[in-house]
C-alpha cells in the first residue's frame, strides 16, 4: 500500500502561481506512474496530468498544457504540481493518486487539497 499526502493548496489570483507536493511513503517501488487528478465544485473528478516514476514521463490535458508542470523528486518521493497562469476555472480540490502498472487503474488517493483562483 502506498499512503499519499498532497500538500500546498490555497487561494491565489488569476494569473498566479501555486506549486502543489505529493509525498509517498510506504510500498513506493512498486508504483508505475503518479497522476494528479482535480474535482471542480459541483463537477466530476477529471485527469490532469501524469508522470511515470522511473522515466519521468509526462502527459497532460489539453487545458493545462503550457501552464501546469508535474515533476518529481524519487530521493524525496514525492511530485510536484506546478500550476502557472491560473484560472478562476483551475478552482478545485486536486488529488494525487498512484498505480502499480499500466494494466491497473489508480488505487492509491491522498486526501486532497483546495485550490482556489479568485480575485
Known amino acids: 500500500q502506498v499512503h499519499l499526502v498532497e500538500s500546498g493548496g490555497g487561494l491565489v489570483q488569476p494569473g498566479g502561481s501555486l506549486r502543489l507536493s505529493c509525498a509517498a511513503s510506504g510500498r513506493t517501488e512498486g508504483i508505475y506512474m503518479m497522476g494528479w487528478f482535480r474535482q471542480p465544485p459541483g463537477k466530476e473528478r477529471g485527469i490532469v496530468g501524469g508522470i511515470t516514476w522511473s522515466a519521468g514521463v509526462t502527459t497532460y490535458v489539453n487545458s493545462v498544457k503550457g501552464r501546469f508542470t508535474i515533476s518529481r523528486d524519487n530521493a524525496k518521493n514525492t511530485v510536484y504540481l506546478q500550476m502557472n497562469s491560473l484560472r478562476p476555472e483551475d478552482t478545485a480540490v486536486y488529488y494525487c493518486?498512484?498505480?502499480?502498472?499500466?494494466?491497473?487503474?489508480?488505487?492509491?488517493w491522498g486526501q486532497g487539497t483546495q485550490v482556489t483562483v479568485s480575485s
Open positions: 493518486a498512484a498505480r502499480r502498472s499500466v494494466l491497473y487503474s489508480y488505487d492509491s
